[in-house]
């Protein structure tokens, strides 16, 4: 009995291991070849590798698609001198839209430099090489780059040994047009003379790395970001295995990570279950189609509170309608999509990610409002609870709007404030802040008298069956919650403010009106502002 239950428990255990590592389809991981150091984009669906399943039978780069739940048979990368890239020393951007790797290709200014290209239809653009400081005298390898595109991470080697290399991990801000802040290393509290392929997560805190160990091979590695420091290291054991562990490519969900390992037949890619205690910070990673893209348009995202840029990019429909951005919980989120084409709206979105239960990824397509006179369309300006105030966010959303009514002077726009419901009472309570006055009809009760007992009424009794009623008007006051007017008078003194003619809108408070829809927001709100054109 104790071996068959034994028997069963080991049988469970492979199960659970066989569901935590998966190797990859066999148009991917290869029968009779050797695939390699896999890295990925935001969504996962873009795959970059090795393989030596080529014409010459020499690793090459290599790029694969994911369609539905297959990859497509990958092609080589069109990339200069291929064979000049070191063993995985290349990445991809979260985003897909660049390609960085090292090479030692001229003009260089060390062994071995990071170059960029970024993609160009089907095929990429030609090499640019930053210069220094992002690259030295020494070799820079192991390029990877933030999430938010604003800070590469890499690797700073004085000889490509693999048994030594004497390498440190260097990250460095992007300043723009293709110019790098000075490079700063980060230090990490871990016994090893080189700490090689920095893999930085969304969150902008959690980075997995490679560290040489007493055997000469290297272990995967996680450190978290702690202020302006990084936690002792934590090897990642559920991916370690005996042999060389250097190479990684993880989503940006950051659940699974890609890798390879060897098997009987040689080197295959395999996706692996990451724990939840090695997870970055949860994220929101958005995937968005604008379906009627006329032009170039602004993808963007701020924090409501602080102003910083979570995300930013430019979406061309002559290459892509579909962006991804991905969110790090814990900010309230101003997204939005606007064009310079006359003639078309803007789309944006709150969306509050400070509580995240999860990572979670929301596909979802996308439509600009095209403008059209008689029609109507809702606009994210919210205000405080049981206030005129502005909310956070509308200001920014009044702004957008500015600029719409500047790119289309031909229309004159109409602003309306709705509540779903309005309330009153003659009693006052703080969710009724407003005030009106109102007469009523107060019956007043007096006895009915004989004439001729005017002149004397002393000791008179007054029979209950003989009372005259008289009714006249009293002024109340009246409570209530309808801000539509004092809400419309706010955008229209905002508006004013800033230089909009008063001529080309018109503002009114409307009151309730619960039979429009309204979203969770403006439920909460009470509020919901419709912009409509003539």
């Avoid at 393989?51 to 694969?64: K, M, N, R």
């Avoid at 960029?116 to 990877?144: C, I, Y």
């Avoid at 700063?184 to 997995?208: G, H, M, Q, R």
């Avoid at 969110?327 to 709206?345: A, N």
Wanted: aromatic fraction near 10%; charged fraction near 25%; include cysteine.
């Amino acid at each position: 009995m104790q071996k068959i239950l034994i028997a069963i428990l080991l049988f469970a255990c492979a199960n659970l291991a066989f569901a935590q590592k998966r190797k990859l389809p066999p148009n991917i991981s290869t029968w009779n070849y050797n695939e390699y150091a896999p890295k990925l984009t935001a969504d996962g669906r873009t795959l970059i590798f090795l393989s030596d399943y080529t014409d010459s039978g020499e690793p090459e780069l290599v790029i694969s698609s994911a369609v539905g739940n297959n990859w497509t048979s990958p092609k080589e990368v069109n990339i200069l001198n291929e064979d000049l890239v070191p063993f995985g020393s290349y990445n991809i951007s979260y985003d897909g839209e660049q390609l960085f790797y090292s090479s030692k290709k001229g003009p260089k200014i060390g062994g071995y430099d990071i170059l960029f290209q970024t993609k160009e239809g089907n095929g990429w653009s030609t090499p640019v090489n930053p210069g220094k400081p992002l690259n030295s005298t020494l070799l820079e390898m192991d390029p990877t780059l933030s999430a938010d595109g604003k800070t590469m991470y890499f690797s700073r080697c004085e000889t490509l040994d693999p048994e030594g290399g004497n390498c440190r991990i260097f990250a460095s801000e992007y300043l723009g047009n293709n110019y790098w802040k000075e490079p700063e290393e980060i230090e990490l509290d871990l016994a090893s003379s080189s700490f090689v392929n920095p893999v930085i997560l969304p969150d902008n805190k959690t980075l997995y790395f490679a560290a040489l160990n007493s055997s000469g091979d290297y272990d995967f590695y996680m450190s978290r970001k702690e202020n302006d420091s990084w936690s002792k290291p934590v090897p990642m054991d559920f991916i370690n295995t005996e042999a060389h562990d250097r190479y990684m490519g993880v989503t940006a969900l950051g659940n699974v990570a890609y890798t390879h390992q060897k098997d009987e037949r040689g080197y295959d890619l395999i996706m692996v279950k990451v724990p939840e205690e090695f997870q970055p910070a949860k994220v929101y990673y958005l995937e968005g189609t604008v379906t009627n893209l006329p032009d170039k348009a602004l993808v963007r995202a701020t924090d409501l509170e602080t102003g910083d840029e979570l995300a930013r990019l430019i979406l061309d429909p002559a290459e892509e309608k579909t962006f991804g951005i991905y969110l790090p919980e814990g900010h309230k989120v101003d997204f939005y999509i606007e064009t310079k084409e006359s003639g078309y709206g803007y789309y944006s979105e709150f969306l509050d990610l400070e509580d995240l239960s999860s990572s979670k990824k929301v596909v979802k397509d996308i439509k600009l409002p095209i403008l059209k006179a008689g029609e109507q369309y809702p606009i994210g300006i919210s205000f405080e609870e049981f206030s005129e105030d502005f909310d956070a966010g509308a200001e920014e959303e009044l702004a957008r709007l500015i600029t719409l009514m500047k790119q289309n002077r031909d229309f004159q726009f109409n602003i309306s404030v709705y509540q779903k419901s309005v309330s009153e009472s003659e009693q006052y309570v703080d969710s009724l802040p407003e005030t009106r006055f109102d007469t009523i009809m107060v019956k007043i009760e007096q006895p009915e008298m004989d004439s001729t007992l005017m002149s004397d009424t002393t000791n008179i009794e007054v029979d209950s069956s003989s009372i005259m009623q008289e009714s006249r008007e009293e002024i109340v006051t009246i409570y209530h919650n309808d801000l539509t007017p004092k809400r419309a008078e706010a955008i229209k003194t905002y508006l004013l403010d800033k230089g909009v003619p008063e001529s080309m809108f018109t503002v009114s408070g409307e009151g309730a009106h619960p039979e429009l829809q309204y979203s969770e927001k403006e439920k909460a709100r009470n509020a919901k502002v419709v912009l409509k054109l003539e």
